[in-house]
């Protein structure tokens, strides 16, 4: 059974730092592409990825709101992905999900499942 479990979600303040963590269980990460997602309170989960990782070519993908802020990365060593988040801003508030797919679609291996989601809380 393909499980997905995020962490390192939290409250900063704006312009804080935040590292959020992808792992899994039953699929060894690095054999997908992985995508983050966001869904901000009271909205539905964006259809697009925050940021995606490709599976075979490294090739990244991010939203034009976090390009510059955001980067994601593997550990393969430890099946992690992380997505470390910079100069966070209040519209940055989410709950923010993992899954083994990208919007748009970028090259790789692709597996519809999804983590619980973390959430991250900005405050002016």
């Known amino acids: 059974q393909v499980q997905l479990v995020e962490s390192g979600g939290g409250s900063v303040q704006s312009g804080g730092s935040l590292r959020l963590s992808c792992t899994a269980s039953?699929?060894?990460?690095?054999?997908?592409?992985i995508g983050w997602f966001r869904q901000a309170p009271g909205k539905e989960r964006d259809r697009v990825s925050v940021s995606c990782i490709g599976n075979s070519d490294g090739i990244t993908h991010y939203l034009d709101s976090v390009k510059g802020r955001f980067t994601i990365s593997r550990d393969k060593a430890k099946n992690l992905v992380y997505l470390q988040m910079e100069n966070l801003q209040p519209e940055d508030t989410a709950v923010y999900y993992c899954a083994t797919l990208c919007r748009p679609v970028i090259n790789g291996q692709y597996l519809d499942a999804w983590g619980q989601g973390t959430p991250v809380t900005v405050s002016s």
């Open positions: 039953g699929i060894v990460l690095d054999n997908y592409v």
